[in-house]
């Protein structure tokens, strides 16, 4: 039995066989038998064939459309490949110490590689790059019937991944996946936000442990408490099947909380509205008793799309938000893609050294113009279908007023198209902005003078205020929600918002985790939006807050002064408000 430890990011248990996703990951056996040694050099000099073909294939790409001095770089992997030297060592290894070629091949350029590395300049080092290069395409060819994708999965499995990119999250079939785990991420990373939207346990962040298992080894995933086991033991299995139980048991449990009013003890009526990345998530909210939707992430319309969606696309998603809610508003976020929602189709997103900071959300809309005006046409004619008001623009990651300005520019320039055509749409349409910049929440006073309301992200603000990437677990301990820098920026958005009326709503994770809950009505917010799944726990938090009390806990909490210290402050009045939350 193995048990390794990573971020918890979507709860409950899950039991299952494990799948791991991505060949080069996959273990390679060490040898081979007598009988098989020829079939196994067949086998190695078929990839290596192959692989010569690749990369003859991309020296032509590069020398066409870059210069020869590219597709020489692609030149010196050949000689490499075709190296008469490294053939005999590799063929050596299988026939005379019965490897696998997989193994031999591994040995000998895995030890190439060292020596480059060892010679101590940047052009060697490079060199060591280009031999890594080469082994793991000649495995991926040795190992390629093993290599699965996730649309092949046809039978319920944990899947385990060095990392899973949002699309990738975006594809698992739920019926076949029962929880993952991966390597790398961080705790608001999309894929972990994606893990919550599909109800899927999740640990994630977890470092290099892929080569410790094979495929079909028992696995349990604890998205509770951040662990996965491989191969456990009789009685950790049986305890772990009793934990399985009780979960669902306490979240059956929660049940009656579902249509319950998301109101204080002392009668404060809090707007709880859900998170959304597809429309048909609209009925988990609603299931869960959302007052609507908050934070409709559109970009997902783009990830894991095989064509550019087109102005019908947008519309008719649009419209099947709004019909599910009825008379409930919604809250659509104009594009964010970037980062590490990177779209395979459309807009041309430039790599970047830092995506984060690079043309990512509403700058990459600004400049692609033509795809923002497609979809803000679309919003403005599904938002015909509801009542004024109830459908509200929001825009992402506005960093300056000027930006501000020109996304609600372009709405303008939309309305007078759409005018000029003749098309029916929605004129009452509020025009908001998320404050997930830090630059936004330190100029909320002047911010709230022109828009119409604010989306407080928190996973970007605690991102861009601390400087930690979201997405790196190796930073994961620096990314502290309770920052007393986040509570200062809230805080200074909440009283810019009351200073000039507006609606404010904290749609970060931050929102989603009850322990914060009277942290941020006493702070002063009334409105979140949050994982559909939090919604019946956050209810039954609620229902035994009151408005002094929370205002106490935040007093106390900005007093603290240390993340730390806050967060264990926070977790022990979570529990001696809700014990039977049982944290
Ligand atoms: C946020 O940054 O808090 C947010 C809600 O947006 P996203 O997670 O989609 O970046
Ligand atoms: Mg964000």
Redesign the pocket.
Known sequence: MLVKRGIAVSPGVAIGAAWIFGAERLRVRHYTTKSAIDTDIARFRAALDAVCVEIEGNQKIANQQLGEQYGAIFGAHLLMARSPQLTDEIERLIREKINTPEYACKQVLERYAEVFRNLGNQYHAERAHDINDLQSRLLRYLLGKQRQELGDLSKPVIVLARNLTPSETASLKREFVLGFATEEGGP?S?TA?LAGALELPAVVGIGDFLSEIENGDKVIIDGNRGEVIINPVESVLAEYLESQQKFRTNYAALEIERTAEPITADGERIQMLG?IEFPGETEHCLERGADGIG?Y?T?FLYLGATKEPSEEDHYNAYCEVIHSLGDREVVI?TL?LG?D?VPSVGVHHPASANPALGLR?IRLSLQYLEGFKIQLRAILRAAKHAQSGRVKIMF??ISSLYEFRQAKMVVRDVMDDLDEAGVPFQREVPVGM?V?VPSAAILAEEFAAEVDFF?????????YTLAVD?GDPAVSSHYRTGDPAILRLISMVVKAAENHKIPVTV????SSDPKFLPLLIGLGIRRI?VTPHAIPELKAVLRQLNIPQCKDIATHAEWLGLSRVIDNYLQGELRKICPQLGR
Do not use: F, V
Not at 455 to 463: V, Y
């Open positions: 608001t999309h936000i998170n934070l992430r970009e976020r964010d980062a929602k959300s992402p990651m998320m997930e989306s407080i992200g928190t996973n970007d603000l605690i991102q979201r749609c970060g994770q931050m939006s």
